[in-house]
């Protein structure tokens, strides 16, 4: 039985890996992107950040040429990409300045998973650098499929994602005490799931929150414990307090 899923679990990687490049190879076309590289406005700019190391690159990749290809606005874009492959090998020239690829390696989907806040304190002088206004985390495996612009998530100083399950009666936060991503049963406060796979907002705000969630990852370290749902629990404490 154990062999039966592992040969399940590899041939569905190996299909999402032979997808992917399909897709790469499809759109490893610069004529293919909308209005990603055409002259933009001088007051704001977004940053992207994405952490796409081992088995994510590909998935980080798509979505990367998905937000160039779907994006229309006249509000500039960079994306920080964290990697263990050099993502400009895998995109046109020209594209190069809207890209910063950071060389980053992690054992695992855990440790990438918890080194989301510590990579944004990482890179934060190359926004200063490159003039970023906004700045926002998105999964390396977020799909677009249709045209959008930055009101789709450049919507306040601060901002998260609503989880698809928040409509459920009992929420996914992590409940023990001695957590520091705490949040009791009984609480007054609104009660929003918010999934790990988006954040973002003004930069100041954004690494203010980095900071406070690294505090609150060392404290649960020197006892020993990790949250039910690692970075997205520290995320839902934040918000709901």
């Known amino acids: 039985m154990i062999k039966k899923i592992k040969l399940i679990l590899f041939l569905t990687f190996s ?133 959008f612009d930055h009101k789709w998530f450049m919507i306040g100083d601060l901002v998260g994602g609503q989880h698809y399950n928040d409509h459920l009666e009992k929420k996914g936060y992590d409940r023990n005490p001695k957590s520091a991503a705490y949040i009791p049963e009984k609480t007054n406060l609104p009660q929003t799931y918010y999934y790990g796979a988006f954040f973002g907002g003004k930069v100041n705000n954004v690494i203010d929150f980095c900071k406070k969630l690294i505090e609150n990852q060392k404290k649960d370290k020197k006892i020993n414990y990790e949250p039910i749902w690692d970075d997205e629990s520290y995320i839902n404490n934040y918000f709901h307090y």
């Open 15 to 147: 299909l999402l890996i032979i997808t992917t490049f399909i897709i790469y190879k499809k759109n490893n076309n610069s004529e293919l992107f909308s209005t990603f590289h055409k002259e933009k406005r001088d007051d704001k700019k977004i940053g992207i950040v994405i952490i796409a190391t081992n088995s994510y690159f590909l998935l980080g990749l798509r979505f990367m040429k998905q937000f160039m290809h779907y994006y229309d606005s006249d509000i500039g874009c960079k994306f920080y990409f964290f990697s263990d492959k050099n993502i400009l090998n895998y995109i046109p020239d020209k594209f190069h300045q809207f890209v910063k690829f950071i060389e980053t390696k992690h054992d695992n989907w855990h440790d990438a998973t918890n080194s989301k806040f510590q990579n944004f304190l990482n890179i934060e002088n190359d926004f200063k650098k490159d003039n970023i206004t906004d700045i926002f985390y998105f999964d390396a495996d977020t799909t677009i499929k249709k045209k």
